[in-house]
């Protein structure tokens, strides 16, 4: 080894000439990964079928022990706040499996009370709720209207009858002589004082009279004066006793009218006892109903005049009862919920657009003369009344974005009652009167259906939220990719493929999907549950073989959905690949180049997902110990990315500067990038471009570069490692492949491969390499043919090797920094 120092003017420059490079220690050479690993074909042996037809499909998801549990805890206690918040990626897949829980559960429940509203006889605007046994509203709904029926023909009848018509006469004639019999005697005392009693427009009057004839005026006022003044006091008498007797003739009518109200409620008892107490036996056992029909009967004997006709439709408008076409309407039952319509247990009600209105219930108004009554009949029930006993389902997010639903929904919880609010009169948007039905008692279950970013911000910015949501049933995205869990996934497209009627699919196609999963879920080792992600993949490769008139999906159809379901959303990916290709992005794939390498990233549009190669460069001079990154510098790099390179300095003080100050200005950038990058993924390529910067030796341009790297050199996993490899592999392809190409990954991303099968045939010839690298030194052994380098017991790296060349170099910046700074102050 030769050492050759220079001095040109401030500057000292030292280079370090290996006069050999030493070869590789055995632990820094790295093979490539095997064909057999970089694609996991399904087994489904264990399943005979050979369409999905023959398969039984899966009723509920399986392999979620811990959201099946948290359910059970939910449903179980009946405690308050233990209602259930269900939260995974695909909300959507869960909804199918969580009702069918849901609805297991709540078969085994006791049936839940009916409910009715009832009109309130002192106080309209405020009907009573009543309670029945489960499935009885009905009935009691029919048998008050059985009642009504039977007296609006009894009714009439005893009113219309022969004895009914004479008693009532009598009491009219018994009225109308006592009247007639103080007028006559009042007439009688006038006759015998030559006084009349007129009858005139304005009523009844007194004038003076001889021989039972009217004084005229002109007679009266030549009579003389004492005879004048004692008719003119006779007629102030008898006018005072007419007066009188006036007055008390409406008391007479007053009287008459007791009576005939007497009478009729006489009568309306004969025909209401019976039927009434018919009712009452019927249901006994049951004190708020019979209270209840004990009300209809007083307010019957009470409006018999109003039942039978003797106000008119405007009069009850008047008295405050809305019009109506039947006068005995206010009798009626509005039967709110009755949970005879499900036979097992207790309700399971999703509620898909949780308005205030279809949360809590309404009260509907119709338009009469005018203007928009109401009443009890037109009270209508929300889902917190079906679901009443039993369990109710909502996605959070539409409960949340419906104005005043979020706010009802806590209040009704926390008083276990449901309250009908009007949000008309909440804005104040409205003065037209209104119902204030007496609330219900609540006892539900609670099931919210949300992604995990929800169920965050709920926890972190509403306190009642964690007060009223306790259980929280996180369902995995993803399950084990082992025999069990394939052959349940194979089932649970059996389903799909059943739920959506679609053509069946052979077993080479549900092979193909159940690999397809395990792509989709980025691990050869776990199979996605996003569920609406392969139904698509069906629902398209029904429609091609629809297109070549099969009857049965093959796997044909299924890989022609995947490829046109790429090509669909490609666009993006192929304009990337022909500017690479075109060298208008510059990336090489062959030769070698000092302090340049070829990284790689991911590009997500939608549900597509691709990877572009791009060049990473390298520049490096003595200075104060900093690592640049432009990307950062401009606001283009995220705070990971960011995060990844500060780590390459921690790194190199770690591994170089054991006790030499760090003298290195380095800056690092991902060339022609015009958008944010984020993510660590290139940290390894950048160090290795780092590396090869401080050490002078050139990387192989036809190797690229993906992984993240931490302080101490281990290779870490990174995401969308197949997409990564596949576009460089691409980019390769289209320029020719070399059989020297290929993509170092960490060594812990192989268990993630699930690569394309033309990326595998071409590793399996030798086109194409895929390598799984441990450490950096591993890895910058792959890229420079150049050994590491593992220090020694003297404290020294091996001469020539890599290490040692970077470890030099760092050396001589110090060197010229002191050298620098000496002739600065000097």
């Known amino acids: 080894m030769v050492r050759r120092e220079s001095v040109m003017g401030r500057e000292k420059v030292m280079d370090l000439v290996a006069e050999r490079p030493p070869e590789k220690s055995s632990k820094n050479i790295v093979h490539a990964v095997s064909a057999d690993r970089l694609y996991r074909s399904a087994d489904l042996a264990a399943l005979t079928f050979q369409t999905t037809a023959d398969l039984p499909p899966l009723e509920a998801m399986a392999d979620q022990p811990r959201a099946r549990d948290a359910l059970a805890l939910g449903l179980g206690a009946r405690r308050r706040g233990f209602h259930i918040f269900v939260t995974g990626a695909g909300t959507a897949g869960m909804r199918r499996s969580v009702l069918k829980m849901l609805e297991d559960a709540a078969a085994?429940?006791?049936?839940p009370l009916d409910w009715v509203y009832v009109n309130n006889f002192f106080d309209p605007q405020k009907p009573h709720c009543l309670p029945l046994p489960y499935g009885r509203a009905r009935e009691f709904q029919k048998a008050v209207h059985d009642l009504i029926d039977e007296l609006k023909v009894s009714l009439p009848s005893?009113?219309?009858?022969?004895?009914?018509?004479?008693?009532r006469s009598a009491i009219e004639e018994s009225v109308r002589r006592k009247g007639e019999e103080a007028i006559e005697a009042l007439q009688k005392q006038a006759a015998e004082k030559n006084i009349a009693i007129l009858r005139g427009p304005m009523g009844l009057f007194v004038a003076p009279s001889r021989d039972g004839n009217v004084v005229p005026p002109a007679e009266f006022n030549a009579w003389p004066e004492a005879q004048k003044e004692e008719m003119r006091s006779a007629i102030e008498g008898l006018q005072k006793e007419l007066e009188a007797t006036l007055r008390r003739m409406p008391r007479l009518q007053k009287e008459m009218r007791d009576l005939i109200r007497a009478l009729?409620?006489?009568i309306a008892q004969v025909a209401l006892t019976q039927p009434f107490e018919e009712l009452k036996a019927e249901y006994s056992e049951l004190p708020e109903v019979l209270t209840h029909v004990g009300a209809i009967h007083t307010d019957m004997l009470k409006n018999i005049p109003l039942l039978m006709g003797a106000e008119s439709e405007e009069d009850t408008i008047a008295t405050g009862q809305p019009a109506t076409e039947h006068r005995f309407e206010r009798y009626e039952v509005n039967v709110l919920v009755t949970q005879s319509d499900h036979a097992d247990g207790a309700p399971v009600i999703e509620e898909l657009h949780p308005t205030l209105a279809n949360l809590e219930g309404r009260a509907e108004y119709v338009s009469m003369h005018g203007v928009l009554v109401t009443n009890f009949q037109l009270i209508r029930a929300g889902a917190l009344h079906r679901a009443n006993g039993g369990i109710i389902v909502m996605d959070a997010r539409n409960l949340l974005t419906e104005p005043f639903s979020w706010a009802a929904l806590k209040r009704a919880l926390s008083r276990d009652e449901i309250v009908i609010e009007d949000v008309t009169h909440v804005l104040g948007l409205?003065?037209?009167?209104?119902?204030?039905p007496e609330p219900i008692p609540l006892n539900v279950k609670v099931v919210l259906l949300g992604d995990r970013f929800t169920y965050q911000l709920l926890m972190a910015l509403d306190p009642e939220f964690g007060e009223q949501f306790k259980v929280l049933a996180d369902f995995d995205d993803e399950v084990s990719r082992s025999r069990e869990g394939e052959q349940m996934l194979a089932r649970l497209i059996a389903r799909f493929a059943s739920d959506e009627k679609l053509k069946p699919l052979d077993r080479e196609a549900v092979t193909l999907l159940v690999e397809r999963a395990s792509r989709i879920a980025e691990d050869a080792t776990k199979l996605t549950l996003l569920a609406q992600r392969l139904r698509d993949v069906m629902a398209e490769a029904d429609y091609w073989a629809e297109q070549g008139k099969r009857s049965v999906t093959s796997r044909t159809d299924v890989a022609k959905a995947i490829e046109e379901g790429i090509r669909r959303t490609?666009?993006?990916?192929e304009r990337s690949q022909e500017a690479l290709v075109r060298e208008i992005a510059l990336?090489?794939?062959s030769g070698r180049r000092t302090g340049q390498i070829n990284g790689l990233s991911v590009i997500s549009t939608g549900d597509m997902s691709f990877g572009v190669p791009g060049r990473i460069t390298c520049r490096v001079r003595p200075g104060m110990g900093k690592i640049v990154d432009i990307e950062r510098e401009v606001k283009l790099g995220g705070p990971l990315h960011s995060k990844g390179v500060l780590i390459l300095a921690g790194f190199l003080a770690g591994r170089y500067a054991l006790d030499t100050p760090m003298s290195l200005y380095a800056s690092l950038?991902?060339?022609?990038?015009y958008g944010a990058v984020e993510g660590d993924s290139a940290s390894a390529a950048e160090l290795f471009a780092l590396l090869s910067a401080l050490a002078d030796v050139p990387l192989r341009q036809d190797l690229a570069v993906t992984g993240s790297v931490n302080q101490l050199g281990d290779m870490q996993a990174i995401g969308g490692v197949n997409e990564k490899i596949e576009g460089f592999f691409d980019l390769c392809h289209a320029r020719g492949l070399t059989g020297t190409q290929g993509v170092l990954i960490p060594k812990?991303?192989?268990?993630?491969?699930?690569?394309r099968e033309d990326v595998v045939d071409a590793c399996s010839s030798g086109k194409f390499a895929i390598y799984a690298v441990e450490t950096m030194d591993a890895g910058i052994a792959l890229l420079t043919e150049l050994d590491a380098g593992e220090r020694g017991s003297d404290g020294r790296y091996p001469a020539g090797s890599l290490n040692a060349r970077v470890e030099e170099r760092l050396r001589q910046f110090a060197e010229i920094r002191r050298t620098t700074a000496g002739e600065a102050e000097g």
């Open 108 to 111: 085994t429940h006791a049936h």
């Open 570 to 573: 490609g666009r993006l990916k």
């Open 158 to 167: 005893l009113f219309e009858s022969e004895e009914y018509q004479k008693r």
């Open 587 to 589: 990336v090489e794939t």
């Open 669 to 673: 950038v991902l060339e022609q990038s």
């Open 748 to 755: 812990s991303n192989v268990q993630h491969l699930m690569l």
């Open 264 to 266: 009729d409620r006489e």
């Open 430 to 436: 409205t003065t037209t009167a209104s119902l204030e």
